[in-house]
């Protein structure tokens, strides 16, 4: 008979755990902070900081209880980062850039305010991310002045707004940054070349538009360039006779075919047509002849 043979499942290997420094003693093991919930996040994070704001800047063991604490809290900055995932930036980038923004969070985090690491953290990863944004993602060329104006502009905007309850006007961000109001709109036009949308894009956000963002854009009326034709041919029409301005009032104003107007003036359509040709000639020669005076009928 055949021989059976079993397999057994052969564990899957897991990662070296870190060295556990003296000065973590007491403190729970947490073989893999990414993968711990975030409610447990948040309680491990809450005795972490106590024992971090302990231990020495500098040490094995501050940086230690530091790198646990951005491990446990990497939701927070994939959580910031997908509020900016219509951007163009590579998502590495902007993980990278929130990370950063994490760090210095915790390194200015004081627990003993009481306020809550997210509600504290979260502000810090977004302003890292739109710094990024503000300094290195820009759709068209504008120059460096006016990017860093741009970034002054934001930060003070941001914090008038704070101190005054509501967005503040041209004249008081030039107060704040000492500016004139013509250069804080200069600043501000400068954001239009921050971001730029495809011609392909629907009209509405639904996307079931019947068209798309170049349809909408405008375009030359050709009613311009009559108005144009008219205001020119005003001296000319002025230059013809009585009956060959009636001719044409009845003809192309009336709208009235070329035997009614024969009936009108009492001449054959035959007779109508011919003075068209020529009026029309007339006419169609004064245009094309630059600052020659027409001649009379």
Partial sequence: MPTTLR??????PQPPRRPRPDAL??????P????????????????????LSELEEGTTEYSYVRNTLV?????????AATRVRHCSAPWEDVIQVGTVGLIKAINRFDPERGFEFMSFALPTIMGE???????????????????????????????????????PDAEQLAERLDITPEEVCEGLLATNGFASLS?????????????TLARSLGVEDARFE??????????LLAALTERDRTILSLRY??????????????????????????????????????GSAPHAA
């Fill in 129 to 167: 991310i739109k710094r990024y944004f503000r300094d290195t993602t820009w759709a068209v060329r504008v120059p460096r002045r006016l990017q860093e104006l741009r970034i002054s502009l934001a930060k003070a905007n941001d914090a008038l707004e704070q101190e005054l309850g509501h967005t």
């Fill in 199 to 211: 011609l392909d894009l629907p009209v509405t956000d639904e996307g079931d538009a019947p068209g």
């Fill in 7 to 12: 397999i057994q499942d052969t564990p899957a």
């Fill in 71 to 79: 491990e446990l809290n990497l939701s927070l900055v994939k959580y």
């Fill in 226 to 235: 009559m108005v144009e034709y008219l205001e020119s041919l005003k001296p």
């Fill in 25 to 30: 003693r007491g403190l729970p093991e947490i």
């Fill in 32 to 51: 893999d902070p990414q993968s711990v919930s975030t409610a447990d996040a948040h309680d491990l994070s809450v005795t972490l900081f106590l024992r």
């Fill in 253 to 290: 104003g009336e709208e009235l075919t070329q035997a009614e107007v024969g009936e009108r003036l009492g001449i054959s359509q035959m007779h109508v047509s011919r003075l068209l040709t020529r009026i029309l000639a007339r006419l169609r020669e004064g245009l094309l002849a630059e």
